[in-house]
């Protein structure tokens, strides 16, 4: 009767408090929006690169998650669905109205609604090198990825009283 031991130490789960989150997104310029939506909404990347302006109803505080992106082999994929093949309707907060508006104000329907700066699909390793992992040494975090927000997102609804099936249909499972 032995103790299963990992060949590997686990990996330690990283959240944010509110306080770091605000850090980050300061530190991450103008991608701030962007920062505090994957951190309080549990968005994966490829969800959130491929917003569209017809996602966000902003009466509602409310993004419809109906496509996602992949880059593969340097190439980038569209999916006409989500990771979990689900689509879902995720509510973001109040703070973010002004900013999420200022996105989409005189935007087509089909414009993504978060942009690289020459205006196509923002790459993960592009913003990882350019604007994340800046922000990250900048507000004194250690070592974080946009992947871990997801994580953070979870623990801050989790704070504010969100049920365990709430936060499953914010986060896809």
Known sequence: HGVIRPTQPLKRRRY???IEVESLADAAGPYRDLLLLLAYTGLRWGEVTALH???????????????SVTEINGIMESSDQPKDHQ???VPYPAFLDTDITARIEGRTPDDLVFTSPTGGI???GNARRDWFDPA??????????PHELRHT??????K??????????????
């Open 160 to 173: 504010a009283g969100a049920s365990v099936l709430a936060l499953q249909r914010m986060l896809g499972h």
């Open 122 to 124: 923002i790459r993960y």
């Open 53 to 67: 302006v017809s996602s966000v109803d902003p009466i509602r505080r409310r993004l419809m998650i109906e496509m």
């Open 16 to 18: 944010l408090n509110a």
């Open 87 to 89: 689509r879902r309707s």
């Open 153 to 158: 997102a979870a623990s801050l609804a989790v």
């Open 136 to 145: 990250v040494r900048a507000a004194a975090l250690g070592s974080l990825t």
